[in-house]
């Protein structure tokens, strides 16, 4: 059979609260940012490897506040006396660890935002202690706030994980699939975007429908990588 043509199909990535899937690795992340009870200071620190829902979860936080999201290395393209005007989430900081003007704007951005009493939300792949932000007092502001992580995924979350990444790409997997998937893959939420990502690929690329024979082809392809850790 010939080789079909692959075509890049639109991910539609559901981010509201219903299609966020609560597991004993999340469940305390999850109460934290939906708290009623205002956080200590006004800041929380959400942390977690790549995947794992910390964008997510900032979306259902800003949808629940109206907040305004941005990520930290796209601050320098910000008015921040008018972003501190309401409750702000700035995302993935540790990606600005080695520039010292964004830093610089979030550290101006932090002071603002509470002291006009508005909340601030702040993501990143590890504990805020490891940030290793080249300016002190933002360093220090970090590791001063409360920090909440979400954990590796569980089998039920990882299982929901691979469902929403399938539903993100329009993709209806024969019922045997997932489970199948989850017994053999990776445990991380960014070995799971990347096989989903795979399976689509070559399901198009072949004309195939999804099924547990495609999924193991893959499998035995492409085994999965050992000891592979998230990076900052």
Do not use: C
């Not at 995947?51 to 506040?65: I, S």
């Amino acid at each position: 059979m010939a080789e079909q043509l692959s075509f890049d199909l639109p991910v539609r990535q559901a981010l509201g609260r219903e299609d966020f899937f609560v597991s004993p690795a999340n469940a305390l992340a999850v109460a934290m940012v939906e708290s009623p009870v205002p956080w200590p200071g006004g800041r929380l620190v959400l942390s977690g490897p790549a995947g794992a829902g910390k964008t997510h979860l900032t979306h259902v936080w800003a949808a629940e506040t109206g907040a305004r999201i941005v990520r930290a290395a796209d601050l320098l393209d910000q008015d921040v006396p008018d972003l501190a005007s309401g409750p702000v989430a700035v995302e993935d900081v540790p990606e600005i660890a080695a520039a010292r003007a964004p830093q610089e704007a979030l550290f101006h951005l932090y002071n603002l935002v509470l002291s006009e009493g508005h909340a601030l939300l702040l993501t990143g792949r590890r504990d805020p202690a490891l940030w290793q932000l080249g300016l002190p007092d933002l360093q220090s502001r970090m590791q001063s706030a409360q920090h909440v992580a979400l954990d590796p995924p569980d089998d039920a979350l990882l299982m929901a994980v691979l469902t929403k990444l399938f539903s993100d790409r329009q993709l209806a997997p024969k019922p045997d699939v997932i489970s199948y998937l989850v017994t053999r893959m990776d445990r991380t939420f960014a070995a799971a975007g990347a096989l989903v990502e795979r399976l689509d690929r070559v399901a198009m690329a072949e004309g195939r429908t999804l099924t547990r024979a495609l999924a193991a082809k893959l499998l035995e392809r492409d085994p999965p990588a050992q000891d592979v850790e998230d990076t900052p």
